[in-house]
């Protein structure tokens, strides 16, 4: 096992860091790596917005309704951006509405992503903790009023970054028998059956975010997190036919 | 600079491939290691199939349209799983449609993208090379057939490695100076003034995929590849109704 690999089974979300400031060498290497990551039909339709005023750290960190969104040292935003190169064919008279339909959107959505988990491996292999923050999603909306995105664009995810000032335990996984398939779908008689031992391991763990306190079972955590809703989550779509992309013909 | 970065910094598309087979021990720290890599909420609302079946592989590259696809020595493909927590959730007589509404789908979609990158990571820091395939999209439906994909499933994007039997040139990117911003999003005066140089690097560029010929400036490439349509991509949002997803409350 090479230490890329150790690396990455070592990934844990570090969400307390110390006060140590991250070099402008660092975050340069890591934004390189972030711009060689692959790109769907190499059209790179994903852009990054490094947040350092720290009211706009706060105003997102209310957003995702995660205080200590706060202090990360670092933070980055990656966003959707068809801007761009829609500008770029209008200037040569040739935009049209294939290029911001909703698979462009995907596409760009897809770059972004490979971006942010790529990013984050350079970051951990430096030995700098890192958390990934979906809850812009809890109202994509403000964020795009916030970080004055125009047209054409769309959060996808946040990503802080800093060095660690705690060390969580590793954090469960389901078994790969419950998700690795040959050639085709796999079904299980009872799902609940087969995640008995999981649902043990995750009452096991200490989730350190919420106060050292046992985890819930995976299935009960299924109905609390997954089957409960944040209400402005529901209107993304709205929200992407607001920034103009053509979801429907 | 690490390892594992210059890994990173070394990415390119690797088409073909030699012989040599991938050891089972190199599969399972893979994808022990897409196993270990974030997820949304903690939901692991994804799922990979492998696929070792050649007339599968065949039918996949078709639909995708790129005949070396059927080379691949080993092909994964990562899709969106609402099925197993659905399931679960139901099994404890609690399913309701908030777990498989849009957001769900957008989360799930993350984790797979997340898991795909760090996948191709761990594969290329143990010399194998690696190819996304985003050209599933080019008909989901088929896709879902052919792997036999229940409701609440959807694929998102095939990863083939193998032993690299080529080393094509660095694929240029356009500058960081193009796609960075502080604080908020920030415009440019002309778009097409600034992608010049990178313009001038794409031409120069030569891209193996197609026979050895230089490649066009990004900006034509724009309008070639952003600009046209794909059919059965513009149905993604049917399919992705079909596959039970709720997409509009």
């Given at each position: 096992?090479?230490?890329?690999?150790?690396?990455?089974?070592?990934?844990?979300?570090?969400?307390?860091?110390?006060?140590?400031?991250?070099s402008n060498d660092i975050l340069k290497i890591l934004l390189d790596v972030a711009n060689q990551t692959a790109s769907s039909n190499g059209m790179q339709n994903s852009s990054i917005i490094r947040i350092t005023d720290q009211n706009?750290?706060?105003?997102?960190?209310?957003i995702g309704n995660q205080e200590y969104m706060r202090r990360c040292p670092e933070l980055f935003i990656f966003i959707v951006?068809?801007?761009?190169?829609?500008?770029?064919?209008?200037?040569?008279?040739?935009?049209?509405?294939?290029?911001i339909n909703f698979d462009k959107f995907i596409q760009g959505f897809t770059d972004g992503v490979l971006q942010?988990?790529?990013?984050?491996?350079?970051?951990?292999?430096?030995g700098l903790g890192a958390n990934f923050y979906g809850n812009i999603h809890n109202d994509t909306k403000k964020v795009i009023e916030l970080l004055k995105m125009p047209k054409l664009?769309?959060?996808?995810v946040g990503v802080g970054i800093g060095y660690p000032n705690q060390k969580p335990q590793l954090k469960p996984r389901m078994s790969l028998s419950n998700k690795l398939y040959t050639n085709s779908y796999e079904f299980k008689v009872s799902?609940?059956?087969?995640?008995?031992?999981?649902?043990?391991?995750?009452?096991?763990?200490?989730?350190l975010r919420d106060s050292n306190k046992r985890s819930d079972a995976f299935s009960t955590q299924i109905l609390k997190k997954q089957g409960s809703i944040i209400k402005n989550r529901e209107k993304m779509f709205d929200t992407l036919e607001e920034q103009g992309f053509v979801i429907k013909k």
């Open positions: 096992m090479n230490e890329t690999i150790k690396t990455q089974l070592e990934h844990r979300t570090i969400r307390e860091f110390t006060d140590k400031k991250i706009i750290k706060d105003e997102l960190a209310k951006d068809l801007y761009r190169n829609y500008n770029i064919a209008k200037e040569m008279g040739n935009e049209n509405n294939i290029m942010s988990q790529n990013f984050t491996i350079a970051a951990e292999s430096l664009t769309y959060p996808i799902y609940l059956d087969s995640i008995k031992d999981y649902d043990k391991e995750m009452r096991d763990y200490y989730d």
